[in-house]
């Protein structure tokens, strides 16, 4: 496809369960950013990767969220034992460049998480 | 701690009329400022973006005007339409050294009225 495409759209999750959200990331592009946008706020930071390598997971709000992208490809978001503050949507970008050359990110149409 | 505070929160214009939409920010460590407008559902799109070094930016109706003196940037929407309604996003990132996250304000929502 031509943009950032993320899965699953939608997710209901009970507390206490895992979840994985995915994101295809424009191909060829080299950075990819998550970030957790909260209903009627901004997207807030949450990890950087430069093709396989996580550079920056300062936004990570605890260590039951873990990011990954083995292959420099795809991207995968889990987050562990999920709770109910958790709920926000999970919006994925990515970067055709990195470093010194700074230039837009794309986003996806994010993953709507809900925690019951 | 909030590096970027967008205001208003929310602002209603008749259609024609001119958008104004402001930031500040407090860090000075940010060299990109851009502008995201996101529809309902979607993610946000860029719009428009500027760099420290330029005062004034142009495309088509919307204008960034950047005074790094007072840490303040702000979108003009000319000739506003129905079509604009949507939520706009400013954000800064990091210079140079840093790993370029986007840090975002809360977001205004414009409603064109027709």
């Known amino acids: 496809g031509a943009g950032v495409s993320q899965s699953p759209r939608y997710k209901v999750a009970k507390r206490g369960q895992d979840v994985a959200l995915r994101c295809d990331p424009i191909s060829g592009h080299v950075s990819l950013f998550w970030y957790q946008q909260a209903l009627g706020q901004g997207p807030e930071f949450l990890t950087y990767?430069?093709?396989?390598?996580?550079?920056?997971k300062s936004g990570l709000p605890s260590d039951r969220f873990f990011a990954e992208r083995p292959e420099g490809s795809v991207s995968t978001l889990k987050i562990q034992r999920t709770q109910q503050e958790d709920s926000a949507v999970y919006l994925c970008?990515?970067?055709?460049?990195?470093?010194?050359?700074?230039?837009?990110?794309?986003f996806g149409q994010g993953t709507r998480l809900t925690v019951v | 701690q909030q590096q970027v505070k967008q205001s208003p929160q929310s602002l209603i214009v008749q259609k024609g009329g001119i958008s104004i939409i402001n930031c500040a920010y407090e860090?000075?460590?940010?060299?990109?400022f851009p502008w995201y407008q996101q529809f309902p559902g979607k993610g946000p799109a860029l719009l428009i973006a500027i760099r420290p070094d330029v005062s004034e930016k142009k495309e088509g109706r919307f204008t960034i005007s950047f005074n790094k003196s007072a840490k303040q940037f702000s979108l003009h929407i000319m000739d506003s339409q129905p079509g604009d309604s949507a939520t706009y996003f400013c954000?800064?990132?990091?210079?140079?050294?840093?790993?370029?996250?986007?840090?975002f304000g809360k977001g205004t929502k414009l409603s064109v009225k027709p």
């Open positions: 860090n000075t460590a940010f060299d990109y």
């Open positions: 990767f430069q093709n396989e390598a996580q550079l920056d």
């Open positions: 970008a990515s970067s055709p460049r990195t470093g010194l050359s700074r230039t837009e990110a794309f």
């Open positions: 954000a800064a990132r990091p210079r140079r050294g840093s790993q370029g996250n986007l840090i």
